[in-house]
């Protein structure tokens, strides 16, 4: 085996536990800043059922959004899911703030460039009455996606040689690692103007960035 996959696969092996862990604290930071209540209408914009399953949240009604074939929708769940296929920079179909809350965890950096990413936020913002969205932080040292220090600080062309030596054994994965664009906080609070902002840190270091809206659930 190849040192660079070592590499990625005790990476992957090693990350798993930390990030049950984070997963596990940040949606009950969510829970904090949003106020869920049992029954409330979720749309969680590219995410999956997996990341609801704790006992400490509520019964929800929860559409999901993803790509086509992108989810596994047969996991038992105290929740109601339903499911859409479609692209979350354009949800069609949806109307204005028909949702309590629209989630996204993680997501945003892998949508596109400044364009696409001002439409995902232009549909979150229109189609929840609250909201809430995290993405990676690029000062954390460990870079989320590739395991890789302080990554995305890099010169292009360096960034560059070390995904074209992953490309031949990892296709797939150097494929998601080219179309991630990490936010920055500015650029967060940008796109959403009427959020507060939350940091997440890890040993006093931002690991993530959360924008967050709350407004009473509809009647």
Known sequence: MELGYLRFKTFTLLKSPFSDWARRKRMEHMLQ??????GMSILDLGGSP???NYPFIPDLDITILNLPGIVEK??????????IDGDACNVAG?????FDLVFSNSVIE????????AAFAREIRRIGRSYWVQTPSVWFPIEAHTGMPLWWFYPAFLRKRVI????????????????TTVLKKTELATLFPDARLAVERVGGVPKSYTAFKVSQPAS
């Open 94 to 98: 949806v109307p204005d703030q028909s």
């Open 110 to 117: 892998h949508v596109g460039g400044p364009e696409r990413r």
């Open 50 to 52: 997996y990341i609801w």
């Open 74 to 83: 047969s996991i038992p769940s105290q929740h109601r899911f339903h499911y």
């Open 33 to 38: 800043c949003t106020n869920i209540r049992r």
């Open 164 to 179: 074209e030596r992953w490309r031949t054994r990892l296709p797939a994965w150097t494929e998601m690692v080219e179309g």
